[in-house]
T-cell receptor
Framework: DQQVKQNSPSLSVQEGRISILNCDYT??????FLWYKKYPAEGPTFLIS???IKDKNEDGRFTVFLNKSAKHLSLHIVPSQPGDSAVYFC??????????WGAGTKLIIKP | DTEVTQTPKHLVMGMTNKKSLKCEQH?????MYWYKQKAKKPPELMFV???????INESVPSRFSPECPNSSLLNLHLHALQPEDSALYLC????????????FGSGTRLTVV
C-alpha cells in the first residue's frame, strides 16, 4: 500500500512558466512533508519542507502548499528554469522520523 | 562541512567478490542511513544507525552487512551479491529525531557481474 503517491510520472513545462508537482498521502499521522530533487547518478538534494501545522512554506522560487483535509501537497516552482529539470520526490515523515517516499515525478523544462 | 562523502563512486564486482562501500560525514549528525535506489524508483531504506547502533534493518539479505565504526563513518560490506543487487547505493545522515533535511551523498553506482 503506497502511503505517498505521485501520480504523474513526468511533467513538461515551458521555461519561465510555473511548474506544479503534486503529491497525495494516506496517513494522517504524517507530521512533516519534504521535497527532494534528484539529478541522474546523484543523491537526492533536499529542497523544501513543510510541517503539518502549516499550509504554506516559501523559499525563493519554491513554494509548498499543504491541504490536510485533502491529504494533498504541491510544489510550485516559479519561474521554471532549465536547471530545474530533474526528478522530484515527495516524502513524508512518520512518527519514527523515517521517510516514506513517493515514486517521483520527472520534470522537464523546455527552452 | 555540509557534505556526505561516499566512496567509491562506481564499483563493478563479481558474484564471489567481497567489497565495501564507505560513507563519511562531519556535520555532527548522529543518524546515518543506507538506501538502495533502482532506476526510476524512489530510494528504498536498508539500514538506520542511531548513535552508532543499528536501529532499523529493513529485512535486508545478510549478503549486505552494515558497520558504523564511529559517529562519522558508515560502511556497507558486500559479499556474494547477485546481479539484481546492481543499483545506486545512497548514504544519508541527519540529526536523530529530526524529520527534515536528510543530507544524502552522491551514491555508489554498483554493478554486479
Amino acid at each position: 500500500d503506497q502511503q505517498v503517491k505521485q501520480n504523474s510520472p513526468s511533467l513538461s513545462v515551458q521555461e519561465g512558466r510555473i511548474s506544479i508537482l503534486n503529491c497525495d498521502y494516506t496517513n494522517s499521522m504524517f507530521d512533516y512533508f519534504l521535497w527532494y530533487k534528484k539529478y541522474p547518478a546523484e543523491g537526492p538534494t533536499f529542497l523544501i519542507s513543510i510541517s503539518s501545522i502549516k499550509d504554506k512554506n516559501e523559499d525563493g522560487r519554491f513554494t509548498v502548499f499543504l491541504n490536510k483535509s485533502a491529504k494533498h501537497l504541491s510544489l510550485h516552482i516559479v519561474p521554471s528554469q532549465p536547471g530545474d529539470s530533474a526528478v522530484y520526490f515527495c516524502a513524508a515523515s512518520d512518527r519514527n522520523y523515517q521517510l516514506i517516499w513517493g515514486a517521483g515525478t520527472k520534470l522537464i523544462i523546455k527552452p | 562541512d555540509t557534505e556526505v562523502t561516499q566512496t567509491p563512486k562506481h564499483l563493478v564486482m563479481g558474484m564471489t567478490n567481497k567489497k565495501s562501500l564507505k560513507c563519511e560525514q562531519h556535520m555532527g549528525h548522529r543518524a546515518m542511513y543506507w538506501y538502495k535506489q533502482k532506476a526510476k524508483k524512489p530510494p528504498e531504506l536498508m539500514f538506520v544507525y542511531s548513535y552508532e547502533k543499528l536501529s532499523i534493518n529493513e529485512s535486508v539479505p545478510s549478503r549486505f552487512s552494515p558497520e558504523c565504526p564511529n559517529s562519522s563513518l558508515l560502511n556497507l560490506h558486500l559479499h556474494a551479491l547477485q546481479p539484481e543487487d546492481s543499483a545506486l547505493y545512497l548514504c544519508a545522515s541527519s540529526q536523530v529525531g529530526v524529520a527534515q533535511g536528510y543530507t544524502f551523498g552522491s551514491g555508489t553506482r554498483l554493478t554486479v557481474v
